[in-house]
């Protein structure tokens, strides 16, 4: 495992790359509506994107064919913007990163279209609680295992599953860098914490089981039994007390 730590430099480029995420996040938010396709909000996003001298750098990855993974409902991580329209009722994630001189930057949030069932607008409360709970064990000292469970308790306190099969994860100059992130573990296990690391952390919670399946696309996982996911991350910079969010303001 090769875990880097970034100098002031490097942070500084990667909290530019972050704000531009979270511009395009505030900017994309508004579009989220009833009859919107997933490929205009891609386009959208990407437009917005390249505007600020930066690059959505999900687009190419691995062939991945957009700029931003769109998944709907059930749909946990990776799905394809294309004609489907949404509805009244859905839940959207918008997951995307933003390569800016160098430096990438990962965030996604859950989107509440029209009028959501209640048990539904818990479930995107309670999975950015997750994440919350999960960045405040951030700090030199602690252990990654720290996070994991932090996360997994948050997520069984209330009444979700976690996905097992996918994970946070390091970033730098590469979208996916050591350590892994995982969304459950034991407490104090794993790397150890240290200033200047930065870690996108990132809990993808189902409302029913667990369990997930891969699409024919080669992409898209959704929770087998249709249960809605959500889906929250951060970019995140261990400091020399606890943590800053780079995808932020």
Request: hydrophobic share 35%; aromatic share 6%.
């Amino acid at each position: 495992m090769k875990v880097t730590i970034k100098s002031k430099r490097e942070i500084d480029l990667m909290r530019e790359a972050g704000h531009i995420n979270f511009l395009a996040h505030q900017m994309i938010e508004p579009y989220i509506k009833v009859g919107v396709t997933t490929k205009e909000l891609d386009k959208r996003i990407h437009d917005f994107v390249v505007k600020q001298d930066a690059y959505p750098s999900c687009l190419g990855y691995e062939g991945f064919p957009a700029s931003a993974c769109i998944s709907v409902n059930d749909e946990v991580v990776h799905g394809i913007p294309g004609n489907r329209k949404l509805k009244n009722g859905d839940i959207v994630k918008l997951d995307f990163t933003v390569r800016k001189n160098g430096y990438e930057s990962d965030m996604t949030r859950t989107y509440l279209v029209g009028e959501v069932d209640e048990r539904v607008v818990q479930l995107v409360q309670d999975t950015k609680g997750a994440l919350e709970a999960g960045m405040e064990m951030v700090k030199p000292g602690n252990q990654v295992g720290d996070i994991s469970h932090a996360i997994e308790v948050y997520a069984h306190a209330h009444g979700l599953s976690v996905v097992e099969e996918l994970c946070g994860h390091g970033i730098g100059t590469d979208m996916h860098e050591d350590p892994e992130v995982p969304n459950f573990g034991e407490a104090h296990t794993g790397l150890v914490l240290k200033p200047g690391m930065v870690i996108a952390i990132e809990p993808m919670l189902n409302l029913g089981k667990k369990d997930v399946v891969m699409l024919e696309n080669g992409w898209t996982v959704v929770s087998e039994d249709g249960s809605p996911s959500a889906h929250f991350e951060h970019t995140v910079c261990v400091t020399e007390d606890g943590y800053e969010i780079l995808t932020g303001e």
